[in-house]
């Protein structure tokens, strides 16, 4: 935070009257408001380097093209932070929400829908031109090696999270023929990659595009895939079919494409965008736990189903049946997925490794256990021996060195991903138990922290037991 108020005050000769920190999605960057008197900015921090350097490149380049992207202000001199124009809080994806919701879209909303698309059909044919390849993140262009991290991605994050028995062999050859037949398409155009309704932004009732530094070059259709088929527009047949006519017509500055035949090639990327998309939501739902991803999946199989139903994938017969199954699933039907539930409980366990390990009721094998031994032993000094983890002065000493916290963070990490998963399923026992020494200061205190963590974040029954000092406490 400090470096990014040099960095305003170094470009704007003032500093911030007001920061504010902006909520986060899908992106692993840090976003804050910046206000000055006359206006505010959008500060952006980023660890990873070759991202960072990819959008400001990019951003650069845009704004010599004159396309609708924020005005990139100035860049820190590790390139880790710089600051962009503030295109407001209005997305697309809020803009058009009474449409989503109810499926009736206004004219209104129409309009803004048609406007985006047919900037997409300029954006991706200027924002080529001139545009050195190599500075784009992480791969030039589309090719081979991505497509295989697209389809690998969705069999690792999603897929496999399911149980269903998988043919590799049959799977891999099946992914290879999608790989050959969606490479056939090629272009030298700019393939944005991530054009979805969340990443435009509505200014003076004008889209503004964000969140591109993963563009790359590659086929116009699957931006359009992307947009008309992400899984919460929630966009009825007759419109999609509407605004690629829209789309085909602004194309023609560029070239001319039958609508069929376009409607035929697009399709297919549908289809492999559909299994990136899912291969995403299971990574940023179950293993980083950010729920929105979660809410999005249902949608995503509703659009996976219709487009088994349309014969889409016939070319691909083993990916088609596991498809099949994976819609299929109990789980995966829109009406009980993530539902709200008091099936699972969850038991927390602090405990003494002298005395043995905690007694599993449900008979599932006892789940998680975890080591506190590791960590400072507040046991060690006669202050402290008397008490726990759940008073004051062994919590203060605990988190005094940030170490507990740091060992937390990891295990609530594991905590979200499993817990979603057994809701997901119906499953009804998961257990965690913290040990250490005694079972008095470093495991009570990762197991009260854990419970409350759980309790507060899911609809579940905690069960809190600090068996050592013979206490039990439920929650939900």
């Known amino acids: 935070m400090k ?10 000769h003032t500093e911030p009257t007001k920061i504010e920190k902006l909520k986060g999605a899908g992106s692993n960057r840090v976003y804050y408001r910046l206000f000055g008197q006359s206006q505010s900015v959008i500060g952006v921090v980023g660890e990873s380097l070759t991202e960072n350097e990819s ?34 809080d209005t997305s697309l994806f809020d803009y058009i929400r009474q449409g989503r919701e109810s499926g009736s879209f206004s004219e209104k909303e129409l309009k803004i829908l048609e406007k985006t698309i047919r900037q997409l059909a300029h954006f991706q044919h200027k924002a080529a031109e ?26 690792y994050n999603f897929l496999k999270t399911t149980g269903l028995e998988i043919d590799e062999p049959a799977l891999e050859n099946d992914f290879e023929k999608i790989a050959d037949s969606l490479l056939k398409e090629n272009q030298h155009t700019f393939l944005y990659r991530d054009f979805q ?38 966009l009825p047949e007759n419109i999609k079919s ?61 659009n996976l189903k219709n487009l088994l139903d349309q014969n889409i994938s016939k070319d691909y017969p083993f990916l088609t049946k596991i498809l099949y199954q994976l819609c299929n699933l109990p ?20 405990f003494s490794f002298k005395k043995g390990y905690p007694e599993d009721p449900s008979g599932n094998g006892g789940g998680y256990v975890f080591d506190c031994r590791g960590m400072h032993n507040p046991g060690r000094y006669e202050e402290y021996k008397k008490l726990t983890g759940r008073d004051q002065p062994v919590i203060d000493f605990l988190e005094r060195e940030g170490e507990i916290q740091l060992f937390l963070q990891h295990v609530y990490k594991l905590a979200d991903a499993h817990i979603q998963n057994y809701i997901q399923r119906g499953f009804e026992h998961l257990m ?36 050592e000092q013979n206490i039990i406490e439920k929650f939900n």
């Open 197 to 234: 309704s969340r990443n435009v932004m509505i200014k003076n009732d004008e889209p503004y595009f964000i969140d591109f530094q993963g563009g790359r070059r590659g086929p116009i259709y699957y931006d359009v895939a992307s947009f008309l088929w992400q899984a919460k527009a929630n």
């Open 242 to 302: 509407s605004l690629i006519d829209a789309y085909l017509d602004e194309l023609k500055i560029y070239q001319t494409i039958k609508k069929d035949l376009f409607v035929e090639k697009l399709h297919l990327f549908v289809f492999f965008r559909t299994l990136q998309v899912l291969g995403a939501y299971g990574f940023r739902g179950y293993f980083e736990g950010k729920q929105h991803f979660i809410e999005s999946i249902p949608f995503a199989i509703k």
């Open 331 to 350: 789980q995966m039907q829109e009406k009980t997925f993530w539902k709200e539930t008091n099936n699972l409980t969850v038991t927390i366990n602090s």
């Open 432 to 467: 965690f138990s913290f040990g250490c020494t005694g079972g008095q200061h470093r495991s009570v205190y990762s197991a009260e922290h854990t419970a409350h963590y759980i309790a507060k974040k899911y609809n579940v029954k905690v069960i809190l037991q600090h068996r």
């Open 55 to 88: 959008f400001i490149y990019l951003a650069q380049h845009f704004e010599k093209q004159k396309l609708n992207t924020p005005i990139l202000f100035s860049v820190s001199d590790d390139k880790k932070r710089y600051l962009q124009e503030d295109l407001g």
């Open 130 to 155: 001139n545009l050195d390849f190599s500075n784009c993140y992480p791969q030039a262009e589309f090719d081979s090696r991505t497509i295989f991290w697209d389809l690998n991605y969705f069999k």
């Open 3 to 12: 470096e990014l108020v040099q960095l305003y005050k170094k470009t704007f």
